[in-house]
């Protein structure tokens, strides 16, 4: 059972920064693509970061978030730079086996709870 907890949401000004955390109980080294989704208040959820050897962004996020990870601790981050009511969402921890897909959620076969992130203006 692979279990993803994400934590490191909260609310901050429009400029403002925020690092979230996704603690994975899976050996994150062997083979798994990571990543993080988002969902807006009436909007599908989209793919914002993916990582498997490096990392790749959505074009709305590049040059402002940095995903990363660290295989000590089976844990991925997301460093937030430059948030603005755009950002707003809940954001979700993902994994799936073996390579980065795509940005569609449904290849991605673990998901952590979520964690909200509220940027106001």
């Known amino acids: 059972q692979v279990q993803l907890v994400e934590s490191g949401g909260g609310s901050v000004q429009a400029g403002g920064s925020l690092r979230l955390s996704c603690a994975a109980s899976i050996d994150i080294r062997s083979g798994y693509c990571m990543g993080w989704f988002r969902q807006a208040p009436g909007k599908e959820r989209e793919g914002v970061a993916l990582i498997y050897r490096s990392g790749a962004y959505v074009d709305s996020v590049k040059g402002r978030f940095t995903v990363s990870r660290d295989n000590a601790k089976n844990t991925l981050y997301l460093q937030m730079n430059t948030l603005g009511p755009e950002d707003t969402a809940i954001y979700y921890c993902?994994?799936?086996?073996?390579?980065?897909?795509?940005?569609?959620?449904?290849?991605?076969?673990?998901w952590g709870q979520g964690t909200q992130v509220t940027v106001s203006s």
């Open positions: 993902a994994a799936r086996a073996g390579l980065c897909g795509g940005w569609s959620p449904g290849q991605y076969n673990y």
